[in-house]
């Protein structure tokens, strides 16, 4: 009997033992729960989370003005919108418009609307304007003479080979008054069209970006102001003859595929060429060379 109850208070013994042990284990772990709440690891998620990732757009553009505009200007407006611009600068007409349509760029800025056009027609690009920003009036310079009134009879003239420049350039010709045109071919004329060419002019197209270099072999040479001004020549001073820009429908513009058009990025990026700052620049910078369209 004393055995039996000696084994009973000790097996109350164990079981107390056990009892106290798994409380304390209990009251142990109770700190680590508080501790592991109290952790805050979702906060740092919660952080990246909430970051908002910068946007790079892609934008090809050719020297002057273009891409000053948009490297001077343009680019610290959209930062503080959290887009990243990347430009991308062109010495020609050509591959803007084709890095573009293989998806190279997001947009570009170098054209005027009839040039976008032919492009179109031509490599079925299906880029369409989003923005009108500026005029660029094409003059004429020359190397030999002073005067327009100078140029002999025969003269040579030098003019950009796009398809598109060319009844531009016989526009500005005519209204000169040196030349005359066919009626109602405005500025989608050429030299076929011409009617009366008293002075016996000759004409010769050349490559746009190379003008500007090659106008000392012609007696006038017809330069896009953009090259123009790269090459140091101000339209405003040394043009012989120079467009007015009342009218005039060659005003560049911020291209992109009709797809990608009303992106919210590029909507951001034309509200930013259109911008105060923008105009304020072009006034300053280009002093009447170049002409904000907005």
């Known amino acids: 009997m004393l055995k039996r109850k000696g084994f009973i208070l000790l097996a109350l013994l164990l079981i107390v033992s056990l009892v106290a042990v798994a409380c304390g284990q209990g009251e142990e772990s109770a700190p680590n729960e508080e501790q592991n709440q109290g952790e805050t690891p979702s906060e740092g998620t919660e952080e ?64 005027h609307i009839p040039y976008l056009t032919s492009q179109n027609e031509e490599h079925n690009y299906g880029l369409v304007e989003v923005a009108g920003v500026h005029i660029e009036p094409m003059g004429g310079y020359s190397d030999r003479y002073d005067s327009i009134e100078d140029l002999p009879d025969g003269a040579l003239i030098l003019h950009p080979d796009a398809v598109s420049e060319e009844g ?52 006038l040479a017809i330069i896009n102001t953009n090259y123009a001004l790269q090459a140091g020549l101000s339209p405003a001073e040394d043009s012989l003859i120079l467009e007015e820009p009342d009218n005039n429908p060659y005003v560049n513009v911020l291209a992109a595929l009709e797809a990608n058009q009303n992106d919210e990025g590029i909507q951001k990026l034309a509200e930013a060429l259109n911008s105060p700052e923008v105009r304020d620049y072009i ?12």
């Open 283 to 294: 006034l300053e910078k280009y002093e009447g060379n170049v002409i904000p369209a907005f």
């Open 168 to 219: 531009r350039v016989l526009a500005l010709l005519e209204s000169k008054g040196l030349i005359t045109l066919a009626e109602g071919v405005g500025f989608y004329g050429t030299v076929r069209d011409i009617v009366d060419n008293p002075h016996n002019f000759e004409f010769r197209g050349v490559e746009a970006a190379t003008l500007a270099q090659a106008y000392v072999d012609g007696d």
């Open 48 to 111: 990246n989370t909430n970051e908002t990732e910068t946007q790079v757009l892609k934008v090809g553009a050719t020297a002057v003005p273009h891409a000053e505009i948009l490297e001077e200007v343009v680019a610290p407006l959209l930062e503080e919108q959290g887009i990243s611009l990347e430009v991308t600068v062109f010495q020609d007409y050509i591959l803007p418009n084709k890095n573009l349509f293989e998806g190279d760029l997001d947009a570009n800025f170098f054209q």
